[in-house]
């Protein structure tokens, strides 16, 4: 026999296959190019923002004095000192505070049904829609910048605030309806007269509510020009009501929208430079110890926001809908 017949026949092993890269996902882009995005704002965040906050802590806890001679100014321990006068020591804090929280319970709701409404309206199929948009979206243009402080000066609106009618005591050019007329409507209703003054304060501040509302509008028009039109379809064909697609369709997958808006409406609302509260804190800063005073103040007042925001986002998402999606 041959020699080499005899030999044994080496298998051939292959090596362990190579591992494939990964592909990532369209989620995963999609949340890198949001990071990207907001990469700005965190270097200015880190870079600008976070020494002025531990300032602004560090103020609160101390009290400014002044060395003699013209050297500057010392930093002096209180401790809680500044918190204590803030909330025990100055009344007048307090009640601002809750009057500040009582105008969001009174502002927020309504915003929210107003956008939403609204939204809903400029999302149909009719002509114009484009511009009814843009009219709507107008006031949140003219409430900012520049132009907000022209129209803060304008003789025109000035005068238009100041015309009190002395013997009531209200606004006669804001004074829209009045609460006599509100009840003679609700009569045969047995509402409340809460909820009557509620109603009539919403008619009587509606152009500070459209004014306010324009960019809740826009994301709501979002969420609603992202529900697929093959769901009414649907609907329309078993029979269902606008009123029912409403409720059934509309309203859960715009939940989230729900939950966005009023979060954000929120938070506008706490930080607008109009706020009581923004004002008060402002005007204590004048006085002598006021840049310490109104660090204790503001801090007070971000954790009042801060415990507001998470029990309405606790409140809200008890109700939200989300879309289950394929992966």
């Known amino acids: ?43 200015g965040l880190v870079i600008i923002y976070l020494p002025m906050i531990f300032q602004s802590i560090n103020y609160s806890f101390h009290q400014i004095e002044q060395i003699r001679g013209g050297g500057g100014i010392r930093l002096i321990p209180v401790g809680f000192d500044n918190y204590r006068e803030a909330l025990f020591d100055d009344p007048s804090y307090v ?8 105008r969001i ?32 979206f107008i006031p949140v243009i003219i409430s900012t910048g520049l132009i907000s402080d022209i129209d803060a000066g304008n003789i025109l609106m000035q005068n238009a605030g100041s015309s009190i009618d002395t013997g009531t005591g209200t606004n006669s050019v804001a004074q829209i309806v009045d609460v006599m007329d509100v009840e003679m409507l609700f009569s045969n209703m047995k509402v409340g007269s809460e909820l009557v003054t509620y109603v009539v304060g919403l008619v009587n501040d509606i152009f500070n509510i459209v004014n306010r509302s324009g960019v809740q509008m826009l994301i ?26 409403f409720w059934k ?4 997958m715009i939940s989230p929208m729900i939950l966005v808006n009023a979060i954000y409406s929120v938070i506008d609302a706490l930080t607008r430079s109009d706020n009581v509260v923004m ?31 998470a029990l309405v986002s606790a409140v809200i998402s008890a109700y939200v809908f989300y879309q289950r999606r394929d992966t």
């Open 1 to 43: 026999m041959n020699a080499e017949a005899k030999k044994p026949n080496k298998i051939k092993v292959d090596s362990a296959p190579k591992k494939k890269k990964k592909i990532a996902s369209l989620e995963k882009k999609k949340a890198r190019v949001g990071y990207l995005f907001v990469l700005p704002f965190i270097i």
């Open 95 to 102: 009640q601002t505070l809750l009057a500040g929280i009582g």
């Open 105 to 136: 319970l009174f502002d927020v709701p309504a915003i929210v049904i107003f956008s939403l409404f609204m939204a809903i309206l400029l999302n149909q199929d009719m002509a114009g829609r484009g511009l009814f948009r843009a009219i709507f």
């Open 220 to 245: 709501f028009l979002a969420g609603l020009q992202s529900i697929s039109p093959a769901i009414y379809e649907s609907c329309e064909i078993d029979g269902a009501t606008g009123w029912e697609t």
């Open 249 to 252: 369709i509309t309203f859960p």
């Open 279 to 309: 004002s008060y804190i402002e005007g204590v800063y004048n006085k002598p110890d006021g840049p310490t005073l109104t660090s204790a103040m503001s801090w007070i007042y971000f954790l009042i926001v801060f415990l507001l925001i």
